[in-house]
């Protein structure tokens, strides 16, 4: 069993909704979680970082925390084509444990 | 602002031939990692450290060696590089190991072995 589930996708959305990209993982003592964008070609980087359950809440971005439930979402509110890129979640253990990433796809 | 420098962004090497990918961090953080990604494969680490001189396996060691005779370098080698070896190699550095506040990654290596 995967240590950090993803849905690879592509997930589609069109271009305004809301997209919403979920990740699940085996670990119940996982402390912090964190969401990557990868665009195509590219290194990923951080847009997002929760330690606690419930909503943090970053401009378009609402990272989701349910601990109880083993589960970790990222919700892109009015979303746009430039959010169009592969989508990682990680946590944490003795390194970061990485997801294998859901390719979404923001259509115009 | 932090930044994580990978020598070369595109490489082509010849079977047999040993590798250098060399990586550099200027945020003074102890914790230097390799990944390699492939498609649908994910990110698999091949090495880390967490100290200077300072080495462990990942989960795919095989075929690669490191070296971190400075705090701010983390090199990997591919000792004679093979076909199976292609693939996107990712360095990325972290403040702490377990990863509490995120990695920062450089821009990649995309290395073609012909």
């Known amino acids: 069993q995967k240590e950090v589930e993803q849905n690879s996708g592509p997930l589609s959305v069109p271009e305004g909704a809301i997209a919403s990209l979920n990740c699940t993982y085996s670990?119940?003592?996982?402390?912090?979680f964190f969401w990557y964008r990868q665009y195509s070609g590219k290194s990923p980087e951080l847009i997002m970082s929760i330690y606690s359950n419930g909503d943090k809440e970053d401009g378009r971005f609402t990272a989701q925390l349910n601990k109880a439930s083993q589960y970790v979402s990222l919700l892109i509110r009015d979303s746009q084509p430039s959010d169009s890129a592969t989508y990682l979640c990680a946590r944490t253990a003795y390194q970061l444990i990485w997801g294998a990433g859901t390719k979404l796809i923001i259509k115009p | 602002d932090v930044k994580v420098t990978q020598s070369s962004r595109y490489l082509v090497k010849r079977t047999g031939e040993k590798v250098f990918l060399e990586c550099v961090q200027d945020m003074d953080h102890e914790n230097m990692f390799w990944y390699r990604q492939d498609p649908g494969l994910g990110l698999r680490l091949i090495y880390f450290?967490?100290?200077?001189?300072?080495?462990e396996k990942g989960d795919i060691p095989e075929g690669y060696s490191v070296s971190r005779e400075k705090k701010e370098r983390f090199s990997l080698i591919l000792e004679s590089a093979s076909t199976n070896q292609t693939s996107m190699y990712l360095c990325?550095?972290?403040?702490?190991?377990?990863?509490?506040?995120?990695?920062?990654f450089g821009s990649g290596t995309r290395l073609t072995v012909v």
């Open positions: 990325a550095s972290s403040l702490e190991g377990r990863g509490a506040y995120g990695y920062t």
């Open positions: 450290s967490y100290d200077v001189k300072m080495k």
């Open positions: 670990d119940r003592g996982s402390q912090s």
